[in-house]
């Protein structure tokens, strides 16, 4: 009660959520320089770049901006307009998933087809479905609030759909995005009330098909093992993470300096995407780690805060969407450094706000941009405004 008390005074002080934008803006900032530190001299060696150092940082640059405008036109957008239509950008994320499977349409990258090439970018509608999924499923458990206690009724539909969406980022394929709608949507089962026991039997069942997944898949398996061990292979399965890891070593407490990492120069692949922390941890060390992890930590705490006080105002869709979006973020960064510091099998997953790429962060910062809608509604009708 003292928190709640504490939580609505702060509230009503404010027009926004100041802890949230400024966590955000944190992490975008760090994002943006070390994106530049971790590919200069790539950016530098590859004619494709120009052999400009500064290429992606200005691309990094343009994608915050565009995403930036983007997150300000979806704060604009009420809550009850997203929930309307959540079913219908479901069914949209849903195609534009069919359309990368389509030869001529997609684009294939390093074994992987996950891009619509449009123009001067590639669209990868997995990031984009992330946030679809969000939606959808937080309309879905409110809608069948009453059905919560039934396999058949309450989780059955939810599988079925999901079940669809999975196999399409597995033709992809793309094993990461699968496993963060996957906790995406067990969680909007579990917040919304279904039955423990059923939950807890879809857990086991659940572990068993990832399992299976994996057996089933040779170049899976082949990443489980390499992960594992990743020093028997040193140059072969386990080059990425043996790689990491060294990062990881070099950068001891406080790291070798802003620009001093070694493993960026052409030792380890996608330093400014999927390995970004491990370049984090061989320039700034375990200080600027933990700093990483505590803000994302804040942030996530900061998610289910303003779902609880959405529960409070019996805004029920708002108060899923806005723990959902904390589910989201906690997850997938949890998994890129599970990947990073070789806890977890490599995962194509970048890191949220930090990693280039411009769908991941324009669906990151679309999604905060609805959680602080969602924060100022609920001022709002705090303080006797309709919303």
Not at 70 to 85: C, D, E, K
Not at 118 to 136: R, W
Not at 171 to 177: I, R
Request: one cysteine or more; proline letters at 3%; hydrophobic letters at 55%.
């Amino acid at each position: 009660m003292k928190l709640y008390t504490e939580f609505r005074k702060q509230k009503a002080d404010a027009t926004y959520d100041r802890f949230a934008f400024w966590v955000t803006l944190g992490l975008l900032a760090i994002g943006l320089v070390m994106v530049y530190s971790a590919s200069i001299a790539f950016a530098e060696g590859d004619k494709d770049t120009g052999f400009r150092s500064t290429y992606f940082l200005m691309r990094h640059g343009i994608f915050l901006a565009v995403s930036i405008g983007a997150g300000f036109l979806a704060f604009q957008v009420p809550m009850r307009t997203w929930q309307q239509y959540a079913p219908y950008l479901f069914l949209i994320g849903s195609a534009l998933l069919i359309l990368v499977l389509v030869p001529g349409i997609g684009r294939e990258i390093n074994g992987s087809r996950r891009w619509l090439g449009l123009l001067v970018i590639n669209l990868q509608p997995s990031e984009l479905m992330k946030f679809f999924v969000v939606l959808y499923a937080a309309d879905y458990t409110v809608r069948k609030a009453a059905y919560m206690h039934s396999l058949v009724k309450g989780f059955f539909p939810m599988f079925m759909v999901m079940l669809v969406t999975g196999g399409l980022l597995l033709a992809e394929p793309d094993f990461g995005a699968f496993a963060v709608i996957t906790a995406i949507a067990m969680a909007a089962l579990f917040l919304g009330g279904f039955s423990w026991r059923l939950f807890a039997g879809l857990v086991v069942l659940l572990v068993i098909g990832f399992v299976a997944i994996v057996l089933i898949s040779p170049y899976r398996y082949a990443r489980l093992v390499g992960f594992m061990n990743p020093w028997a292979d040193p140059y072969g399965k386990g080059y990425q993470l043996s790689h990491s890891l060294i990062a990881f070593g070099r950068g001891e407490w406080t790291g070798v300096g802003l620009g001093g990492s070694v493993e960026k120069l052409f030792y380890l692949p996608e330093a400014h995407t999927d390995f970004l922390l491990a370049v984090i941890a061989e320039e700034l060390g375990f200080a600027g780690v933990c700093i990483v992890l505590v803000l994302f930590c804040a942030l996530v705490l900061r998610c289910f805060q303003i779902g609880l006080q959405a529960s409070r105002l019996d805004r029920d869709f708002s108060a899923l969407v806005a723990q959902l979006i904390g589910v989201w973020l906690g997850t997938q960064a949890f998994i890129n450094m599970g990947v990073n510091m070789g806890l977890l099998p490599t995962k194509g997953l970048t890191l949220p706000l930090l990693s280039f790429g411009g769908s991941g962060i324009m669906a990151n910062l679309v999604a905060l941009a609805v959680l602080l809608r969602i924060d100022w509604e609920n001022r709002q009708l705090m303080r006797g405004y309709s919303v």
